[in-house]
């Protein structure tokens, strides 16, 4: 293991989990080399080289937890999801464009009382989203064709 120093990351005590069910503040992409994002009570941080440097992600939604999922289709940089809240709504979010817009996945019939405890992305299929709640059980979507929800 390399110890080495970061820049860019807040001077606040050191950010550990919220809860025993929070996770912890530092996540890899994986198949991404050096690309590491920090969670913290601060926000969102990104660094593309193994955590020398990180940069602050500005307008993402208040986060518990984050995950990664497959790129869309012709990117290179994957889809990032989240639980958090945003401008007041607590919802489930994805940002195709490494966090620079958020999208919100779920709507206002699909709460699943909002007990969200963690997420997954899929690898394997862009979009398809995994959310475990707080006793309702691991829920999934996927994103539905324009095609399939066209009026007749």
Same mark, same amino acid.
């Given at each position: 293991?390399?110890?080495?120093?970061?820049?860019?990351?807040?001077?606040?005590?050191?950010?550990?989990?919220?809860?025993?069910?929070?996770?912890?503040?530092?996540?890899?992409?994986?198949?991404?080399?050096?690309?590491?994002?920090?969670?913290?009570?601060?926000?969102?941080?990104?660094?593309?080289?193994?955590?020398? !440097? #990180?940069?602050? *992600?500005?307008?993402?939604? =208040?986060?518990?937890?984050?995950?990664? %999922?497959?790129?869309?289709?012709?990117?290179?940089?994957?889809?990032?999801?989240?639980?958090?809240?945003?401008?007041?709504?607590?919802?489930?979010?994805?940002?195709?464009?490494?966090?620079?817009?958020?999208?919100?996945?779920?709507?206002?019939?699909?709460?699943?009382?909002?007990?969200?405890?963690?997420?997954?992305?899929?690898?394997? !299929? #862009?979009?398809? *989203?995994?959310?475990?709640? =707080?006793?309702?059980?691991?829920?999934? %979507?996927?994103?539905?064709?324009?095609?399939?929800?066209?009026?007749?």
């Amino acid at each position: 293991m390399v110890s080495i120093a970061s820049q860019g990351l807040p001077d606040t005590a050191p950010d550990t989990p919220r809860n025993r069910e929070a996770m912890w503040p530092l996540v890899a992409t994986l198949e991404h080399e050096g690309d590491l994002w920090y969670l913290g009570r601060a926000g969102l941080f990104h660094s593309t080289d193994g955590g020398a !440097i #990180f940069d602050k *992600v500005d307008e993402v939604p =208040d986060m518990n937890c984050l995950s990664f %999922g497959k790129a869309r289709p012709g990117q290179q940089c994957p889809a990032i999801y989240c639980l958090g809240t945003r401008d007041g709504v607590k919802a489930i979010w994805r940002s195709n464009d490494v966090g620079a817009s958020w999208t919100r996945i779920n709507d206002d019939q699909h709460q699943w009382g909002t007990r969200f405890r963690s997420i997954a992305g899929d690898p394997r !299929i #862009f979009g398809r *989203v995994y959310v475990g709640t =707080d006793g309702r059980g691991i829920l999934y %979507g996927s994103p539905v064709a324009a095609a399939a929800v066209a009026p007749q």
